[in-house]
């Protein structure tokens, strides 16, 4: 299974309309067969980057349905809705992925994922935070290992406390060959305690998360550059 990333970044006054034409167009066409999805659409939360930021991941089956979207982008049912779209856009950074060795997310049944889903009662929305990380030359292995062992497990054990912990793993994704930078980790993790998140922004990291033996330290062997963004989903967003 391949996931198709992409980060649009949209003209401020066509935001609506963007996110209208992937309701209303790109997720019921995908939903009509068994073989394409639209799992995922997300906003950057203001404040965080760049504004009018749009990520979306769209999962389909094999390479080979990827190739007939592809065509029917470029001159079938969807040139027109995908010349509306790029309308609508100042970029697009798109990349196609497929699950790291130690993703709990490696393939999902695309039949029973519905176009839409129903918008939570209460008005608040899912928090996804996003890290992309670039291992240091020839450390793409040792950090797939690192973060299969060292900081899945990091997580795991915060969440079997009492209260749970901040975030959840629930997938992590390497660019397919001849797509995307080289050597590059996306984390995919859930944010389980909004709240928490607070104390990332307004306090200095605790010495206890700067010992050997912690991930904040022992991962910098391997790589010391990457990028999180908050990313909030939208409510009708086929998964949250």
């Known amino acids: 299974m391949l996931f198709v990333h992409e980060t649009h970044r949209v003209a401020g006054k066509d935001a ?66 995908y010349a509306e779209v790029d309308s609508l856009r100042h970029s697009l950074e798109a990349k196609v992925l497929e699950p790291a060795p130690f993703s709990a997310l490696q393939t999902l049944d695309l039949s029973t994922i519905p176009a839409a889903s129903e918008e939570p009662a209460d008005g608040t929305l899912p928090l996804f935070m996003e890290d992309t990380a670039w291992p240091h030359r020839g450390e793409f292995d040792n950090y797939l290992e690192k973060a299969s062992t060292l900081y899945a ?5 915060a969440n079997a406390r009492a209260g749970g912990g901040l975030l959840e793993l629930v997938a992590a994704f390497v660019p397919r060959f001849g797509s995307g930078k080289h050597r590059e980790i996306v984390l995919w993790q859930r944010v389980n305690n909004q709240a928490g998140l607070l104390p990332l922004f307004n306090r200095e990291v605790p010495d206890a998360y700067k010992q050997p033996g912690s991930w904040m330290i022992d991962a910098l062997e391997v790589r010391d550059q990457w990028e999180s963004r908050l990313l909030r989903v939208s409510g009708w967003s086929p998964l949250s």
């Open 153 to 157: 497990k990091t997580l795991e054990m």
């Open 16 to 81: 609506d309309r963007f996110e209208e034409l992937y309701r209303d167009g790109w997720a019921p066409v995908l939903a009509k067969g068994d073989d394409a999805r639209l799992l995922w659409f997300m906003h950057q939360a203001h404040g965080t980057g760049w504004a009018y930021v749009f990520v979306t991941v769209t999962a389909v089956a094999s390479s080979a349905v990827l190739d007939e979207l592809n065509a029917r982008i470029h001159s079938g049912d969807l040139h027109d809705w």
